[in-house]
Nanobody, 124 residues
Framework: QVQLVESGGGLVQAGDSLRLSCAAS????????MGWFRQAPGKEREFVAGIYWSGVKTRYADSVNGRFTISRDNAKNTVSLQMNNLKPEDTAVYYC?????????????????WGQGTQVTVSS
């Protein structure tokens, strides 16, 4: 049984940092591209950042590029999202997702597995 479990969310002030982690189990982690998505109330789920199964290449949404960094540790089956200089518009539930040898990181429908999400709230 595949499980993706996010952690690290919380309530912070604008300008603060947070580090989200996603622990994966039940799959061969090194064969999965990983993505972070977020969904704010009343809005569609949107791509935030992604990393290919090889770990060599990453992609970011324009809104977070330069502030967020995605990384993975295949030895620990984890993917992380370092979020710096947080803004109120970053407030959302953040989800990690796994896509077997995924190539289209920004498309949520391509992902095979999803976590339950972790809330990030940024106050102004």
């Amino acid at each position: 049984q595949v499980q993706l479990v996010e952690s690290g969310g919380g309530l912070v002030q604008a300008g603060d940092s947070l580090r989200l982690s996603c622990a994966a189990s039940g799959l061969t982690f090194s064969t999965y591209s990983m993505g972070w998505f977020r969904q704010a109330p009343g809005k569609e789920r949107e791509f935030v950042a992604g990393i290919y199964w090889s770990g060599v290449k990453t992609r970011y949404a324009d809104s977070v590029n330069g502030r967020f960094t995605i990384s993975r540790d295949n030895a620990k089956n984890t993917v992380s999202l370092q979020m710096n200089n947080l803004k109120p518009e970053d407030t959302a539930v953040y989800y990690c997702a796994a896509d077997w040898y995924g190539m289209e990181l920004i498309v949520p429908g391509k992902y095979d597995y999803w976590g339950q999400g972790t809330q990030v709230t940024v106050s102004s």
